[in-house]
Nanobody, 120 residues
Framework: QVQLVESGGGLVQPGGSLRLSCAASGSIFTINHMHWYRQAPGNERELVATITSTGDTEYSDSVKGRFTISRNAAMSALWLQMNNLKPEDTAVYYC??????????????WGQGTQVTVSS
């Protein structure tokens, strides 16, 4: 079992920055990929950023060039650095981790979410 706890959300003005953190504990040796998702009211949950077990990263087009995902070597900590924030970035942000076999997810884990609000 893996437990995930997010922190770092809050209120920020447009153009500002926030750094979200996710602490992972439990059977972290089973983690293959880690992700940040977000969900705004009335919208589906959206994949924002991915980092693989080898350190490769991917971003959604809406955040590319503004957000950076990173992790430590043990995969016990995940971060999302968010720069040049826009009002449309307002959402609940979720940390996610999965365990895969031949590219197929066989277990996955979610944090409780942290609110990010971008407003003047």
């Amino acid at each position: 079992q893996v437990q995930l706890v997010e922190s770092g959300g809050g209120l920020v003005q447009p153009g500002g920055s926030l750094r979200l953190s996710c602490a992972a504990s439990g059977s972290i040796f089973t983690i293959n990929h880690m992700h940040w998702y977000r969900q705004a009211p009335g919208n589906e949950r959206e994949l924002v950023a991915t980092i693989t077990s080898t350190g490769d990263t991917e971003y959604s087009d809406s955040v590319k060039g503004r957000f950076t995902i990173s992790r430590n070597a043990a995969m016990s900590a995940l971060w999302l650095q968010m720069n040049n924030l826009k009002p449309e970035d307002t959402a609940v942000y979720y940390c996610h981790a999965d365990h895969r076999s031949l590219g197929v997810v066989i277990h996955d884990y979610w944090g409780q979410g942290t609110q990010v609000t971008v407003s003047s």
